[in-house]
């Protein structure tokens, strides 16, 4: 039974891993289908795990943090959206100013304020979100094999912005395929001219799914910092806002095999923590920089060679011009 014990960490361990990637990922997703194209996503994270490190230390409750965290990512993405839909700027150059913007702003803040690297001070008590255990589960590992082992160490035990996550995967899922609201998302980021002859606005389109983004992005934010960690880091982020903007290509723009790729990664990063320290046969100890490289290696060779052909909304990074 020691390997599912083991199989079931491993597990646990993804999918605490892949929350951000897939908060990420569902907002890159909105903001894509609506044609507005970013990169930004890493910096929007960065920002909302600052700024919610900060009001929940300041308030002592994790869930004003998540608040200040949504609402600083909103921020940027309306910036973004400003740039992108009203002026019709270069949407790759707004997406890379976000990135430099937040990178830089939550050290320059929080050494201002804290003095410590531009590190926050740790969150304690109800200043972290905890850990929530659904009904039976405990019941269920002990009197139910194999399955009770799995439901209470894998399904239960994680923090409230961890469910949010995977039901947000959900929402995404059902409303641009069942809804009205998301036929017009769609139709915007494939052709926005049909949109506007409808009567439709665009731009007030492609600012709701901007405004969507900056929220998932928010929530992804604070649980890095809320949840998954006790307080903020300079650059906590680490490339997860590129590698979910991966696993919407990887998933050709679909929500389900964008959670599916965001697993999968978690998985990678998962096993690369417990491989540190190991001893391989004929090779011996492997470099710890080796061990942490090799999600990101992996999800490379993963893009370039099962990937196929990636079809993107036609419209996309196309700034829309009304006709007169």
């Known amino acids: 039974m020691d390997w599912l014990q083991t199989l079931a960490v491993v597990l646990d361990s993804t999918i605490r891993l892949s929350v951000p990637l897939i908060c990420a990922a569902m907002a890159g997703l909105w903001s894509e289908r609506a044609g507005v194209v970013d990169i930004g996503l890493e910096g929007k994270m960065l920002i909302a795990a600052f700024a919610s490190a900060v009001a929940a230390f300041a308030s002592g409750s994790a869930w004003i943090g998540l608040g200040a965290g949504v609402l600083a990512a909103l921020a940027l993405a309306l910036v973004h959206g400003f740039a992108a839909i009203t002026w019709r700027g270069n949407q790759i150059v707004s997406g890379v100013a976000i990135n430099m913007l937040a990178a830089g702003l939550t050290v320059i803040l929080g050494n201002a304020w804290y003095g410590q690297g531009g590190r926050t001070p740790s969150l304690e008590g109800a200043a972290r979100f905890g850990e929530l255990t659904l009904p039976f589960a405990r019941w269920a590992r002990e009197h139910v094999p194999i399955l009770g082992l799995f439901y209470d160490e894998v399904i239960s035990g994680h923090s409230a912005p961890a469910y949010l996550a995977f039901l947000c995967v959900l929402l995404t899922a059902f409303v641009l395929k069942r809804t009205r609201f998301g036929l017009r998302i769609r139709a915007v980021g494939e ?64 929500p389900w095999p964008a959670l599916g790729a965001c697993l999968l990664f978690g998985l990678l990063d998962a096993v690369a ?49 009304k006709e007169r």
């Open 191 to 254: 052709n926005p001219a049909a949109v506007d002859t409808a009567g439709i606005s665009v731009a007030r389109l492609r600012y709701g799914a901007v405004a969507i983004c900056g929220l998932l992005c928010g929530l992804g934010g604070t649980y890095l910092a809320a949840a998954q960690s006790a307080g903020f880091l300079p650059h906590m982020t680490a490339g997860r806002g590129f590698i979910a903007l991966a696993a919407v290509i990887f998933a050709n723009w679909r």
């Open 273 to 321: 923590i417990r491989l540190q320290g190991v001893t391989l046969p004929g090779i011996g100890l492997v470099p710890v920089e080796a061990i942490q490289a090799l999600p990101y290696v992996m999800t490379v060779v993963l893009l370039a060679g099962f990937i196929g052909k990636a079809t993107p909304p036609r419209a996309s990074g196309l700034p829309y011009v």
